[in-house]
């Protein structure tokens, strides 16, 4: 690699465009919920579909486009995607009815998932020094927190004083920048692989992943027990059990099973699973609480991120250095354990809470996350072959997404049935002395809201425990290098052509 065009630097700053264009895509959508509500005239429950289309869309093509980017170059199919994300974020803005949002957001979903294991490839093929390489991921990593903080500010004032619309309008001038980034700095790389596109076992994988997302996303609401939730449930294990015997057929597999005999991307993908569940299941039902006891609206919700999000892109890089210092392991144990606390601070949430007391506990958060996930991605990157960094970059990001699924799905239905019982545990230890209507409403009003009080203790309490497991499975199962992490210098270069 010579020149501007193929400096591993340049080549971060780029593809940080376009995670950063992601991830507040993903963070804005929901504050213009109620707006779409009114515009169209649409239920609450309809209204879900906005995000469960983009979900779904973009759980099932993370995997196919990390392989199409090891068969055809990463950065062909990173550039089609950056300009199909701007395209469907024009269309989405100029949406004439409920039902075509609905399709261009599951094709936002579809373009915008080719980005995190695209830009995960071409970082890694960029960086030729592994601690480089591990802090430049860390760095990358930075990107979601920085979106965390973004998306709520600027989605919550374009949605107050324009319209919903705006908030898909803004990717043009963010995307247009990017793609000029893209098309100047991003090397041509070579194909890592050479074969036919396995489109049959991407059908199959499609089949059972969003199947999994559907029912993860819907089933809460349908009832798990549900004749739509046991169809889903078919379907995923039909659908997986045909991709297993379909794939571990195909020369050319769209997801390689045998990467689950590697150990250390059987650790991570572990741990990724495991603490994503936790932290999405959390961080999605925060902003609910302050919502809906402390009374903040949507921009001052977003203002409690702020702590994460200056925390994380400090601590991502320093986690990248020390598990190049020390063993990953032990970076990764202490960053989770971290989270875990932060999420054990959170326990006792109660309607007095003001601004400053959430700021220690998410701060703490985003250290620790910085800490253990930046080592975590440089793992998968490290312990394949070049020509499997794609597949196993997308089957993280896959894994964190259906991690992340499980988690909002598991802990608000631990929210609600918890809340169901702690009504009656704590009505059984309450008097109301006085038969007077108003005081008796009053009575049941305060019970109602410390059951809810001390189940949001319970989600949080739980969030911290997956925290800490994740953590614990890093300190015992997570090993050092792999068959990527003595890749010459050449070889890297080697993939880079016309850089």
Known sequence: MSGYRGHPWLVLSTVMVGTLLIGLDRTVVNLAVPKVIDDFGITVSAAAWIATAYIITNAVFVPVFGKLGDLYGNRVIYVWSFIGFILVSLLAGLSWSFGSLVAFRAV?????????????????????DPKARAQALGI???????????????????????????????????????????????????????????????VLLAGAVSSMALVLDQGQSWGWGSSASVACYVAVVCCGILTYLWETRHPHPV?????????????VLA???????????????????????L??????????????????????????????????????AFGMALAGLSFYLLRHLDPGMGFGDFVIPLALFGFGLGLGMAPLTNAATTAVELHEVGMSSGLLNLTRNIGGAFGIAILGTVLNNATNADVLRVAEHSVIRSANPAVI???????????????????FTYAALSMVAGGALALFLLKRGGPGAALSAEARAEAMAGG
Do not use: C
């Open 108 to 128: 936002q979903g579809l373009v915008g998932a080719a980005i995190y294991p695209t830009a995960m490839s071409l970082i890694a093929k960029s960086f030729v």
């Open 140 to 202: 990358w990593s930075s990107s979601f927190a920085v979106s965390a903080v973004i998306g709520p500010l600027l989605g919550g004032y374009l949605i107050d004083h324009f319209s919903w619309r705006m908030i898909f309008y803004i990717n043009l001038p963010i995307g247009l920048a990017g793609l000029a980034m893209t098309i100047a700095f991003l090397p041509h790389d070579r194909p890592a692989e050479q074969g036919a596109f396995d489109w049959f076992g991407s």
């Open 255 to 267: 997801l390689d099973f045998k990467l689950f005999r590697n150990p250390t991307i059987v650790s």
């Open 271 to 293: 741990v990724s699973f495991i603490s994503f569940g936790g932290m999405m299941g959390a961080m999605f039902l925060l902003p609910v609480f302050t919502e809906t006891f």
């Open 295 to 332: 009374g903040y609206d949507a921009i001052q919700s977003g203002l409690l991120f702020v702590p994460l999000g200056l925390a994380l892109p400090i601590a991502a890089p320093l986690g990248a250095k020390l598990a190049s210092t020390f063993h990953p392991r032990y970076t990764v």
């Open 441 to 459: 409403r009053q009575g049941v009003a305060l019970i109602e809201l410390k059951a809810d009080l001390i189940a949001y203790g319970t989600v």
